[in-house]
């Protein structure tokens, strides 16, 4: 059953009612009282709650009839409208939750965020009871293709949906990747500065270099490093808005004779170049691709070249939530760091630094939720409220994901294994 919690834990993330407040706590007069409820819907639930540990929610049915399991304080409701949600829920949990509370179906009222970490510790503590269920759930909900055509009709899908919807909550730096925040109180553009700063250290960028980008989003980073590091790159990325964006952006900052922005797909990368990046671009490449990323990045980088590839991923080879994966970034596939190593160990690429900044995005996250929230009547008027629900869903869902981890941001810095020319000190990466 661990495909329910994470459902259940997306919809109460993305549920967020800003007016809500505290919820009373159950007592053992209302845990005792619903003992003794009728309905085999009612039953069901009882029995779900007691086998993901009885976390502190309720649900509420069309009936009337309330489901708890827990004798402590409530932190959240799930408030199911009719018969054939419940059933919806109960056969296919992992998609059907996230389009019924983006359908207005289900309601969740309550510290959401809470509601939705509770969720995943207790599919934690289930441990092996919901193995099988999960490997029918994978089976079920198997990923998108990368292939070169998979990958276009994928990026296509979440990226062009249009630039003004995206400058709305993603600042002015429009970076669409987790931010690094110095201090906890940084605020989001200054984070995304500090990011770009960064990346640019830990690949110790020197005026003249070429640095060759894959996916490179609206042009942020390759931006920011022909600007202050005084490097040419090259940056590739298949999503026609962001492209057409990013040349725009190029112009107006008189940047377009350091910076190339090219419409094409990381496989079909050529030249040479002292420094290759990647910042939130392998989470779309698919596993099964890593060893041809491996050979892209063997052919362009010579023996003094390094390299950093940032994204998000996991402790352990999961596939990313399959309502995510359908209704938002199709295709996509966090890695573990063992996955990551088939980019590698076939070319002899030595790892010179691995961070783990998963906090980080979780405050990303956190802001870029604030600025939705704050543009959610615009979103509603550019696509409809479904929409709206849809995506607080993915943003609120994907703060529990960081603050549990259930997911990470990885931060990896390589090298062809020849390359001696390595700082023997990680000082460098705290200096101005």
Not at 39 to 58: I, K, M, N, T, Y
Not at 113 to 127: D, I, K, Q
Not at 326 to 350: D, T
Not at 351 to 373: C, G, M, P, S
């Amino acid at each position: 059953m661990n495909g329910l919690e994470q459902s259940l834990k997306s919809a109460s993330d993305h549920a967020a009612d800003p007016g809500f407040q505290s919820l009373p706590p159950a007592n053992d007069a209302s845990v005792a009282s619903d003992r003794g409820v009728r309905s085999v819907e009612a039953r069901l639930l009882r029995r779900l709650l007691g086998f993901l540990g009885d976390p502190p929610f309720e649900f509420v049915l069309w009936n009337g009839e309330r489901i708890t399991t827990s004798r402590g304080e409530i932190i959240a409701r799930v408030r199911i409208r009719d018969r054939a949600t419940l059933l919806g829920l109960l056969t296919d949990t992992q998609v059907r939750f996230g389009d019924a509370y983006s359908e207005g179906r289900v309601e969740v009222d309550g510290d959401l965020v809470a509601f939705l970490e509770a969720v995943y510790r207790s599919g934690a503590s289930a441990g092996q009871k919901g193995a099988v269920f999960r490997r029918i759930q994978e089976w079920l909900h198997r990923p998108r293709s990368n292939t070169l055509a998979g990958s276009r009709e994928n990026i296509h899908h979440h990226y062009d949906i249009g630039n003004e919807f995206y400058s709305l909550w993603l600042g002015r730096t429009m970076a669409y990747t987790c931010a690094y925040y110095p201090t906890p109180d940084a605020t989001l553009d200054e984070a995304q500065e500090a990011k770009m700063h960064h990346v640019c250290r830990k690949l110790r960028l020197r005026p003249g270099e070429s640095v060759v980008e894959a996916g490179c989003g609206w042009g942020g980073l390759a931006l920011h490093m022909a600007r202050h590091y005084g490097v040419k790159v090259r940056a590739f990325n298949i999503s026609k808005e962001q492209i057409a964006y990013a040349r725009e952006r190029a112009k107006a900052e008189g940047l377009a004779g350091q910076v190339e922005f090219i419409e094409d797909d990381y496989r079909n990368i050529s030249g040479r170049y002292d420094a290759f990046v990647s910042v939130g671009m392998l989470e779309h490449v698919g596993v099964a691709n890593y060893p041809e990323l491996g050979r892209v990045i063997h052919r362009c980088l010579p023996s003094h070249g390094r390299g950093l590839i940032h994204t998000i991923g996991r402790n352990a080879p999961a596939r990313l939530h399959p309502w995510i994966e359908r209704r938002i970034f199709p295709g996509a596939e966090p890695p573990s760091l063992a996955q990551m190593m088939q980019i590698f160990e076939p070319w002899n690429f030595s790892i010179l630094d691995v961070e783990n900044i998963r906090l980080h995005y979780a405050q990303t996250l956190r802001h870029w939720k604030e600025l939705f929230e704050a543009s959610s009547d615009r979103v509603r008027q550019m696509f409809d409220e479904k929409f709206v629900r849809m995506w607080r869903l993915y943003l609120a869902g994907s703060i529990a994901a960081f603050t549990t981890g259930s997911l990470q941001l990885f931060q990896v810095v390589f090298a062809p294994q020849s390359n001696n020319d390595v700082p023997w000190t990680r000082a460098y990466l705290y200096q101005d």
